[in-house]
């Protein structure tokens, strides 16, 4: 056997060793944080059975990319649960593969999400009827506002823009939670998707994380409305603004002012509503917030 034929032959044996499902002790992958609730976003850490060009991950329908970090020889990615998951066990499915010699290795390990516990308390609020009983031509507005939404949440970049922790967008109290009933008017609404900040109007609303601005325009419910993309399906949204101080396409850094609070649009009064969306889905900002990110 020449040389040239081991090294094919080699190679070979490489990838048909590596079809076989790996043994799990050769992975080693982990969540943070270790509990898992609906509603919480989720960071995935991977270490790999051998050196991988790429890794990539499946997780309650979404597609998930990692990446590597040198330093830890570890892979991540962020990922979260939607807040109507119910609880139970979910497998976290991965791929990994590298073309020299060509191997793929499949792993997968199942995580169990236990159900958070939202505030439960109705609270009574009063808005202005144009947002509980919406003549023909606002219901006309809102159709459009909601096409806006639909295009630019559906425009996944695939590349990561974030980088560390998320960081609040104000130094304030909170006044309202992730996840709480509330009722408008006497009509219930669904679950808070976000979380409210104490502010007054024109306080500066800083960046949560690195990303390019998807959204800075006016719609219906959110008032002066800005989104930012963080990559790979993530973006935070920041509602009822007085002012707009960054442009669509802008990039951000951490920190950086992106508008001043207000009481635009579907407001009891001033405040800053900010949220955080990842692949169709509402996760808590406040859990982000307390993740350690690479
Ligand atoms: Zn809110």
């Known amino acids: 056997m ?30 943070q944080p270790a509990r898992l609730v609906n509603g919480a976003p989720v960071l995935f850490q991977v270490k790999a059975p051998a050196k991988l060009d790429v890794l990539s991950g499946a997780w309650l329908g979404h597609q998930l990319t990692f990446t590597y970090d040198a330093a830890t020889r570890t892979w991540f990615a962020l990922a979260g649960v939607s ?36 505030p439960k308390i109705k609270v009574e609020l009063t808005v202005e009827k144009k947002f509980t009983e919406p003549t023909p031509e606002q219901l006309q507005q809102i159709e459009e506002s909601k096409k ?33 009933q509330r009722i408008f008017n006497g009509v219930a609404q669904s ?6 900040f104490r502010v007054p109007a024109g306080t500066p609303v800083a960046a949560m994380n690195c990303g390019t601005v998807l959204l800075a325009r006016p719609t219906y419910f ?22 707009f101080k ?41 859990r982000l917030m307390q993740l350690p990110l690479p």
């Open 2 to 31: 020449t040389l040239q034929n081991l090294r094919i032959a080699a190679g070979a044996i490489v990838v048909f060793c590596a079809l076989l499902p790996a043994h799990a002790a050769t992975w080693t992958v982990r969540s």
């Open 83 to 118: 807040i109507e998951t119910p609880p139970g066990k979910y497998l976290l499915e991965l791929t990994g593969a590298r073309p020299s010699p060509q191997a793929l290795y499949n792993f997968s390990r199942s995580f169990t999400v236990a159900r958070a516990t939202y």
């Open 148 to 180: 806006v939404k639909e295009d630019y949440f559906n425009r996944v970049t695939p590349d990561r823009q974030w980088s560390g922790a998320f960081t609040a967008p104000a130094d304030a109290a909170i006044s309202d939670v992730f996840g709480s």
């Open 191 to 196: 679950p808070h998707q976000g979380l409210d």
């Open 222 to 243: 959110e008032g002066n409305f800005v989104v930012l993309d963080h990559g790979q399906g993530l973006l935070t949204l920041y509602l009822h603004l007085s002012e």
């Open 246 to 286: 960054v442009k669509e396409g802008d990039v951000v850094k951490r920190g950086e002012v992106i508008g001043l609070s207000g009481g635009t649009g579907r407001a009891t009064g001033p405040h800053l509503h900010v949220a955080v969306r990842w692949q169709g889905t509402y996760l808590d900002p406040a």
